[in-house]
């Protein structure tokens, strides 16, 4: 079993939609959690992190941990085609060094 | 203030040969980290560098090795390639070892193909 299990899509959806995107895992050690964007050709791209659970915001994007189901989400507002791309959730162990990431989902949003 | 760059951008090699790879750290950072991502695939740890010294590894052969040098630079060496080898990898770059605060900044990748 992997440490983070993503659904790799694609997702698609029509602009002005509203995107939840998921992930979950299975160390409970894991404190940090992170998305990333990543477009075609490019490095990963940091999104949002939050530590623990709870929700956090930025514009148009919420992040959301339960460490009690274990379950990472990530919510867009007012998708656009810009926001297409692939999208990787992330997770971290404090003192340890590695990032453990899901397989990422792909995002088509249609104009 | 610059991102962290990689080079080369693309190569093809093949099995059994030798790749270097290089990264160089965001303006600040001093710690680098490196990922290989096989398509359709998450980032997978490799290891990472803080203050020229190996801190962390993941599940990868010894035939994955790396340096850092003291502008906090870093090579990827991967010696007799193989052809699961194939992938991008992903250099980033942090300000300290790695923890939530300490975000991570990647490259563009080095995409390798092994024939």
């Known amino acids: 079993q992997k440490e983070v299990e993503q659904d790799p899509g694609p997702l698609s959806v029509p602009e002005g939609a509203i995107v939840s995107l998921n992930c979950t895992y299975s160390?409970?050690?894991?404190?940090?959690f992170m998305w990333y964007r990543q477009y075609s050709r490019k490095g990963p791209e940091l999104l949002m992190y939050?530590?623990?659970?709870g929700n956090k915001e930025d514009g148009r994007f919420t992040a959301q941990v339960d460490k009690s189901s274990k379950y990472i989400s990530l919510f867009i507002r007012d998708s656009q085609p810009s926001d297409s791309a692939t999208y990787l959730c992330?997770?971290?162990?404090?003192?340890?060094?590695?990032?453990?990431f899901g397989t990422g989902t792909r995002l088509l949003v249609s104009p | 203030e610059t991102g962290v760059t990689q080079s080369p951008t693309h190569l093809i090699k093949t099995r059994g040969q030798q790749v270097t790879l290089r990264c160089s750290s965001q303006?600040?950072?001093?710690?680098v980290s490196w990922y290989q991502q096989a398509l359709g695939q998450g980032p997978q740890f490799i290891f990472q560098?803080?203050?020229?010294?190996?801190?962390g590894r993941g599940n990868f052969p010894p035939r994955f090795s790396g340096l850092q040098f003291p502008n906090y630079s870093s090579e990827l060496n991967v010696n007799a390639l193989e052809l699961d080898d194939s992938a991008l990898y992903l250099c980033?770059?942090?300000?300290?070892?790695?923890?939530?605060?300490?975000?991570?900044?990647f490259g563009a990748g080095s995409r390798l193909t092994v024939l």
């Open positions: 560098y803080y203050r020229e010294e190996e801190n």
């Open positions: 992330a997770a971290l162990n404090t003192g340890f060094q590695k990032l453990v």
């Open positions: 160390n409970s050690a894991f404190q940090y």
């Open positions: 939050t530590y623990s659970s």
């Open positions: 303006s600040g950072h001093n710690t």
């Open positions: 980033a770059s942090s300000l300290g070892q790695a923890s939530g605060a300490n975000v991570l900044t």
